[in-house]
């Protein structure tokens, strides 16, 4: 800290990523010194830089303007904070996973940013651009499993969707507020007049690519809600088969349940009338044969016998 601090002080142009422990991120305390004065920028209105926590920021403050931004790694978000001024770029973030400094050092040396101000937004392109390849790798999961589901249902497929889905409503609660906030207050940055045009070029870049990245997060939440749909229809389809199947039952067996019931009566025709086997076999076994084929010969004539047959 103290090496940073000279060099915030001397330096003409700084890009300083700090990296916190994970373990003592939750734990600091209200009396440890806040990063922002260890850094010696003495600045009531940046208590909040480098504290844990907290709700995606952004501000302009004078000529500095400070970020908390979302950040996604290995399928978890989080928060990456950063202070950018005409002379330096700060970024903090906790742990190694959470933090973009590689990200970020790859893209200094490619893109070679004139100031600290077009480093910032090669930071915040970068942010987005995990949240954008996140919801492309959840989307193609979400097919895969669409296409595997018409192949042969299964029950973890409907976990796993729950998974995405729920990855999807994480993802579009992390970035649409901080993207609210961010398109407001450079929407009011562009409208002041000594606003530098190259820098309302790099804000309106921003700006562009945010929607797409919203664009992208919100095509994931449709599949998931088309795949749920798909896989309700599937189970739909199944229940309809057993329920024709059992239709089919209930047709052949509801007339011989009918001759069984009549015949099994004690009326004086059939007790005193009905004396040899060879009535018996006529009316009490031919009648229900006569039902079952006049069944089977209805159902085969049905519109549910042809759609069992195109099921199969």
Do not use: K
Not at 42 to 50: I, P, Q, S
Not at 80 to 96: C, D, I, K, P, Q
Not at 175 to 201: A, H, K, N
Request: glycine content about 6%; proline content about 4%.
């Amino acid at each position: 800290m103290p090496e940073a601090r000279r060099r915030l002080a001397t330096d003409r142009f700084l890009l300083l990523g700090v990296e916190l422990p994970e373990a003592e991120g939750p734990a600091r305390g209200p009396a440890e010194e806040p990063v922002v004065r260890q850094l010696g920028l003495d600045d009531e209105d940046l208590e909040w830089f480098g504290r844990p926590g907290g709700s995606p920021r952004a501000e302009f403050l004078g000529d500095t303007a400070g970020f908390v931004v979302p950040v996604v790694r290995a399928g978890q978000v989080h928060q990456v904070h950063a202070l950018a001024s005409e002379t330096f770029l700060v970024v903090v973030h906790w742990g190694r996973r959470a933090g973009l400094a590689g990200d970020i050092r790859a893209l200094v040396r490619r893109e070679r940013p004139r100031d600290a101000v077009a480093a910032l937004f090669l930071l915040l392109q970068e942010a987005l651009s995990t949240f954008r390849r996140a919801a492309v790798q959840a989307l193609l999961q979400v097919e895969e499993l669409e296409d595997d589901m018409f192949e042969a249902r299964r029950p973890e497929q409907i976990y796993r969707l729950s998974q995405l889905r729920r990855h999807s409503a994480v993802l579009h609660h992390a970035l649409l507020p901080y993207l609210q906030g961010v398109d407001e207050v450079i929407t009011r940055r562009m409208l002041s007049p000594d606003f530098p045009v190259e820098r309302q070029r790099l804000a309106q870049e921003f700006q562009r690519a945010a929607r797409l990245v919203l664009a992208d997060i919100e095509s994931l939440q449709d599949a998931t809600r088309r795949a749920f749909a798909s896989y309700g229809s599937l189970v739909a389809g199944e229940q309809n088969g057993v329920i024709n199947r059992l239709a089919i039952v209930s047709v052949i067996f509801l007339p011989l349940s009918f001759l069984t019931g009549f015949f099994g009566m004690n009326f004086e025709f059939l007790t005193n009338r009905l004396e040899t086997r060879d009535e018996f076999w006529l009316l009490a076994v031919g009648l229900q044969l006569v039902a079952v084929v006049g069944s089977l010969f209805l159902l085969h004539r049905s519109r549910i016998w042809r759609r069992l047959r195109d099921d199969d």
